[in-house]
């Protein structure tokens, strides 16, 4: 829809794209969240579209995705056959209820700072223990751990102007194997619980990611696979406020199917 | 920095907050349609540079500088796209409104993308069809036929495709607001945030002085009338509870003031700088809450005799029976009673409402999203004191209606401006106000108490409903009557029926597709499955014991003289689910002993016109070139009435439908005609074609008999032609001559009524099975037995019924109107909503039974079916979920939470 009370579509210095940020301003990347609801508080739009970072690169320390790189990018992205985590990052943009012509436009990096619970990048960035890089609108810059990005719904740790520039995933996060389980209302519907498990092959290190069924993801870690009373003990600490309660979902479902997909992941990973 | 559409470049700049939709249609390309505005309907698709993109999501800057194609574009001059071949000849729409944006999306995918559907059609709503249609149209299944191909006579009976396809293939086809009008100014409302609250003081002052703005209006402003939004022949079926703006909000959402400007933008930011003082009163949201002693009294000291207790919120009370039924149930061996809920629910077709109004000629012109211009014409006639001769009220196509737009919302407004400002005024809702502020069904709550003897004998029926009209009475009153009839279709001595209607501060309930019937069908269908478990008689032995037939009195609140079963397909309704669920349509249930099976099926009956009148008038013309033209006052919404007006036309012409124009919709250029609601748009204004077609007929016979010599039974009219006497001539001679040498135009008018009425039959079955761990239900089985007599358009039948049997999958599983606790709409847009998608839609096995056909009922036989095929759906599936987990649900709808919650209370109840 329109944004009737955005006055300026700024195009920031690629150098400094903070710089000059006021009230009012928003960063602009696909528009497809932007575009999707009334906004009347919004005066610019910070176009990040033609800042020309690299939608997805290898490197040593393994892969980064820029943050407007667009999900049909990452799509489009074959990852080393040789990563056990490589497919996940593909069904994670299944999970979207976005239609492929929503990932035409719609950027990774935009799906990560809409903080809705069922946003299925923010559940692949902090499955594979990504770090984000974010920049402030003096060009500082901090990095932090995906899983403490998101706090809420629709709420995350962004300071006012502070910048998404990429995420970044080792080598070893994607060498994981990894099992995982989503549950929808509707079919092909958005995900009301989103679980991803992954193991260490060398260490045996179990992290499970919740997401969707909860305001913010939740990591379980253990240095091995638990016992399921175990794992049941450790979910018990996600305190039950914390259980999503909206149209896509019920807190005690979200709750029952959680423990439900979190056994079967551990037992798949146990294996 | 120039754009390129469809291969012409334009130079115009877009606003810096403009989404490529509204920048493509301000530039004409009106293919483009809104339906959601938020990425989640498609009926907005277009190409960048090649690929798929939901324009009203897509800033229109990213496309400077690239190639944009919209379905304009597609076809290669005359040549259609392969695409749009296969959605003109599957069909793959109903409405059409989806159209533009499915081919769109379609085009854009790659083979291993049309392989999974599922997946693919995600952000590919379409509210009509049901997806099988859609379905035929990506694989390339033709179910039509091309009219010139059916022989003359032989139209009826036959599946020509919609005579509008081409233009909604193309988009071409016009909709409501798919028009740039010179000078066009915009209206936008504040709505009020609060659910019950008066106005103390309104200050326009910032908004009048906002830029572009030309008007303010509040209830000051508006005529001191009392009116209702509802659309009936009948406007005493209603109270007077509404004006056009009130300085009561009565629900969150109520339009407060209305505000006109050059644009939309300066519109909103109009609205933005409006100032209200509010005294918030006291709400209730709940019909049970509204009739306690000392909840407020929404329409306190409403002088209309039509609300029956203004002080207690009640609307209406209905107290009807016959026979005793203390009697009846001190006589039965088995009683079952227990209590129904059916939830609110939305209509979402996917146009919004939307009107132009502007003045020329000393005529107010009206253009609008109705499915009815003559009584919204009577009705805004009465509140602006116009004469009809000086209104006009027209549609061009209607994107979808389902009852939603049986309701006078949008033009209003439109008219006070437009006279005022003497500018064309437009508004068009936004998705959220289609939730917010438009109309909804009616939420009911329903006892039912039956009781029988061992041998399954009725002895006793008894309904008590309550249900919740909303903030405003508009159709509470006549869906209220309409509940009656889940009684009708079984034979009982001792019937009693006691309903309520009440005000709530909730949106307004509405007129919606099993207006009033589908939620007492939820209830009495389910208690009939309960009642036979508890004798232990098959429930399908249950209804064939006690269902009505022939020669029954049909009695409790109906007209028996009138309403009769003239034609009677229930047995083989009946007779044809018990056995396609028998035999399975080899889909097995999922792995795991988690999956319980389970089948279930209900019965709904319609009469075939609503007990209010309904009437159209039609004529039939042969014009000086030998076609024949067709005008009549219906309206055309995807219900595709235009196409079968033609089909009956051409066979009592003896013709083919190619050699017909048609002119609907228009209060200038038809005569009266009820609207397209109720089913009537085949039952009664086909009627009237049929009449009209009839009596042109024999007027040619007679013309030619003495222009030629011989007598009228001797003279045939075929194709083009006639023949009388050994000699035939072209029809366009004969009309020539009459016109040149007798001064006759060979025309014919008729009007017709919805009396005598009969009863259709639907007849739902179900096999599914539920995940009893996670509260899944998979659909594994549908069968729908319908009798509609004569069937006069199968493919287009077909396509109704899925589309309606769609709904009710939805409105079973899936839709839910959520409310928080202050009156507040949870859930306002498509993406929250979650109507059915392309994935969560099986495969329906639809069945047509062959009856003895009563001409004297419908045109040709014809017996209306837009709406009831949802009817049994839910009480159906709610049996199958009961048959596959011994568990009983009587609420809707059924989610997997609910599922869930369910079935482990009862699980750790029956272990202690």
Same mark, same amino acid.
């Given at each position: 829809m329109d944004q009737n009370t955005v006055v300026e579509l700024v195009k920031p210095d690629p150098a400094a794209p903070g710089e000059g940020w006021r009230e009012g301003d928003v960063w602009l990347a696909g528009g497809t969240f932007l575009l999707s609801l009334p906004l009347p508080q919004i005066r610019r739009f910070r176009d990040l579209s033609e800042l020309g970072w690299t939608p997805v690169e290898v490197n040593d320390a393994g892969l980064e995705i820029a943050a407007t790189c667009k999900v049909s990018e990452l799509m489009a992205y074959q990852p080393d056959p040789g990563w056990a985590a490589g497919p996940l990052l593909h069904d994670c943009v299944r999970a979207f209820l976005a239609s492929f012509k929503v990932w035409n436009g719609q950027t990774v990096g935009g799906n990560i700072c809409t903080s809705i619970p069922a946003g299925p990048m923010t559940t692949m960035a902090c499955a594979l223990d990504a770090d984000y890089l974010l920049i402030s609108p003096d060009g500082s810059e901090r990095t932090v751990p995906a899983i403490d990005f998101v706090t809420g719904n629709n709420v995350n740790i962004l300071r006012p102007g502070e910048l998404m520039r990429k995420l970044t995933i080792s080598a070893a996060a994607l060498n994981r194997r990894y099992a995982l389980r989503r549950f929808s209302l509707t079919k092909a519907g958005r995900s009301s619980v989103f679980l991803v498990g992954t193991r260490d092959p060398e260490s045996g290190e179990f992290l499970l990611t919740v997401s969707a069924a909860t305001i913010h993801p939740f990591h379980i870690r253990d240095a091995g696979v638990p016992s399921a009373a175990a794992l049941l003990d450790m979910l018990a600490e996600i305190p039950d406020d914390k259980y999503f309660d909206d149209p896509n979902g019920r807190p005690d479902h979200r709750k029952h199917m959680t423990d439900l997909f979190a056994e079967e992941i551990r037992s798949e990973l146990a294996n | 920095m120039s754009i390129s559409v469809n291969g012409h470049d334009f130079s115009n700049e877009p606003a810096p907050g403009q989404c490529l939709r509204t920048f493509l249609r301000d530039l004409g390309h009106f293919g483009v349609k809104k339906g959601c505005d938020m990425g989640d309907c498609g009926a907005c698709t277009v190409h960048i540079d090649g690929d798929a993109y939901h324009s009203c999501i897509t800033p229109a800057s990213r496309a400077l500088g690239h190639e944009v194609t919209t379905v304009e574009g597609l076809a290669d001059g005359e040549e259609l796209h392969p695409v749009q071949e296969q959605f003109l000849r599957a069909p793959g729409f109903q409405c059409g409104f989806c159209t533009a944006g499915m081919i769109m999306s379609t085009t854009a995918m790659t083979d291993e993308q049309r392989q999974d559907l599922d997946h693919s059609l995600r952000g590919s709503l379409c509210r009509c069809t049901g997806y099988r249609q859609i379905h035929d149209a990506i694989n390339g299944v033709d179910n039509t036929e091309d009219s010139d191909a059916i022989a003359p006579g032989d139209g009826v009976g036959a599946s020509p495709y919609a005579i509008a396809g081409r233009g909604i293939v193309t988009g071409h $086809? $016009?909709?409501?607001?798919?028009t740039n009008r010179e000078g066009t100014v915009h209206l936008k409302v504040v709505r009020s945030p609060y659910a019950h609250a008066k106005a103390l003081r309104i200050d326009t002052t910032q908004a009048k002085a906002s830029s572009g703005v030309l008007a303010v209006y509040t209830w000051e402003d508006v005529p001191d009338k009392y009116f209702t939004t509802a659309i009936h022949e009948d406007h005493l079926v209603d109270p007077k509870d509404t004006r056009v703006l009130d300085r009561i909000a009565r629900f969150k959402g109520q339009p407060m003031v209305a505000v006109v400007a050059e644009t939309i933008a300066e519109a909103e930011a109009g609205c933005r700088a409006v100032e209200i003082e509010w005294e918030v009163l006291p709400a209730v949201f709940t019909a049970q809450d509204a009739i306690l002693p000392g909840a407020p009294a929404i329409h306190r000291g409403n002088p209309d005799p039509f609300i029956r207790h203004p002080d207690r919120n009640v609307l209406l009370d209905l107290n009807i029976g016959r026979g005793d039924v203390e009697a009846g149930f001190e006589e039965a061996d088995v009683i079952h009673e227990a209590e129904y809920r059916t939830p609110r629910v939305a209509h979402a077709h996917l146009e919004t409402h939307g009107t132009i109004a502007w003045e020329e000629d000393g005529i107010m012109n009206v253009r609008t999203s109705t499915q009815s211009p003559f009584i919204a014409r009577q009705k805004l006639g009465f509140l602006f004191d116009i004469q009809d001769a000086n209104l006009r009220v027209f549609t061009k196509r209607v994107g979808g209606a389902f009852g939603g737009k049986q309701d006078v919302l949008s033009e209003p407004l439109c008219i006070l401006a437009a006279r005022d400002l003497h500018r064309p005024v437009q508004w068009e809702f936004t998705r959220e106000e289609e939730f917010t502020g438009g109309v909804v069904r009616h939420p009911f709550t329903i006892k039912v108490k039956l009781g029988a003897k061992r041998d399954g004998t009725l002895t006793a029926m008894q309904m008590d409903t309550l249900a919740d009209t909303g903030a405003y009475g508009n159709h509470g009153g006549e869906v209220l009557g309409c509940s009656l009839v889940a009684m009708n279709w079984y034979r009982c001595r001792n019937k009693r029926y006691d309903g309520q209607m009440v005000y709530t501060n909730n949106v307004p309930s509405g007129g919606m597709r099993g207006y009033g019937s589908a939620q007492p069908t939820f209830a009495m269908e389910q208690a009939m499955d309960e009642l036979s478990a508890e004798l232990g008689i098959d429930p399908i032995e249950m209804r064939r014991k006690n269902c009505i037939r022939p020669g029954d009195n049909l009695a409790v609140g109906t007209h028996a003289e009138e309403f009769q079963l003239r034609s009677y397909g229930l047995p083989q309704c009946l007779d044809y689910v018990e056995e396609k669920l028998k035999q399975g349509n080899g889909v097995p249930k999922p792995e795991g002993p988690e999956w319980a099976e389970g089948i279930g099926f209900a019965i709904g009956m319609a009469d075939t016109s609503p007990p209010t009148e309904h009437r159209s008038g039609a004529s039939v013309h042969l014009e000086l070139d030998g076609t024949y033209r067709i005008n009549v006052g219906t309206v055309e919404q995807g219900n595709g009435t235009v196409t079968t007006h033609l089909q009956m036309a051409a066979t009592v012409l003896n013709t083919?439908?190619?050699q017909f124009s048609i002119v609907n919709g228009d209060t200038s250029k038809n005569m009266w005609d009820t609207g397209a609601f109720a089913s009537q748009g085949m039952y009664v204004s086909g009627k009237a074609v049929t009449l009209a077609a009839t009596g042109l007929l024999d007027y040619i016979q007679t013309y030619a008999a003495a222009k030629f010599g011989g007598v009228k039974e001797d003279v045939e009219v075929r194709a083009t032609e006639v023949s009388v006497n050994g000699r035939t001539i072209s029809l366009a001679e004969l009309a020539q001559l009459a016109d040149e040498e007798d001064g006759q135009q060979l025309q014919y008018s008729q009007r017709a009524y919805g009396s005598p009425i009969s009863a259709g039959w639907n007849v739902h079955g179900v096999r599914l099975a539920v995940?009893?761990?996670?509260?899944e239900i998979a659909i594994l089985q549908e069968v729908h037995a319908v009798d509609a007599g004569t069937v006069i358009n199968p493919q287009q039948l077909r396509g109704q019924i899925e589309g309606g049997v769609m709904q009710g999958i939805g409105w079973t599983l899936t839709e839910w109107l959520q409310q928080g606790p202050d009156g507040e709409i949870l859930n306002p847009n498509i993406r929250m909503y979650r109507m059915p998608n392309y994935a969560d839609a099986p495969r329906i096995d639809v069945h047509f039974v062959d009856v003895d056909v009563s001409k004297e009922a419908g045109p040709f036989g014809a017996k209306g079916m837009a709406e009831s095929p949802i009817n049994p759906v839910a009480p159906a599936v709610a049996n199958a979920v009961a048959d596959a987990t011994g568990v009983r649900f009587r609420c809707l709808p059924l989610t997997p939470p609910l599922i869930y919650k369910e079935l482990n209370e009862a699980y750790q109840a029956s272990n202690g």
């Open positions: - | $086809e $016009e909709y409501t607001l798919d083919t439908m190619d995940n009893q761990v996670t509260g």
